[in-house]
């Protein structure tokens, strides 16, 4: 199944020539890239609302306080 998009003109002969080098057609070549961004996308979405969470409630003294005398750190 193909979806028609609009791209500016200037860019296609780039397109072409970077797909050209990779061995792919433009179409797999801008499939591959728009997958790319999709999961940054995701990615960075997920990083944006795991900050958030710590924003919205950050970790406090009492849920870290207790094991800092457990941890042992080593000693060149």
Request: no cysteine; proline share 5%; aromatic share 8%.
């Amino acid at each position: 199944m193909g979806v028609a998009i609009e791209i500016d003109e200037k860019i296609v002969p780039e397109i072409d020539a970077l797909a050209r080098n990779s061995r792919q057609t433009s179409a797999d070549f801008v499939n591959a890239i728009l997958r790319r961004a999709i999961r940054r996308e995701s990615v960075e979405d997920k990083i944006r609302r795991h900050r958030e969470s710590y924003e919205k409630f950050p970790q406090q003294p009492d849920e870290y306080e207790p094991w800092q005398d457990e941890q042992v750190w080593e000693t060149e």
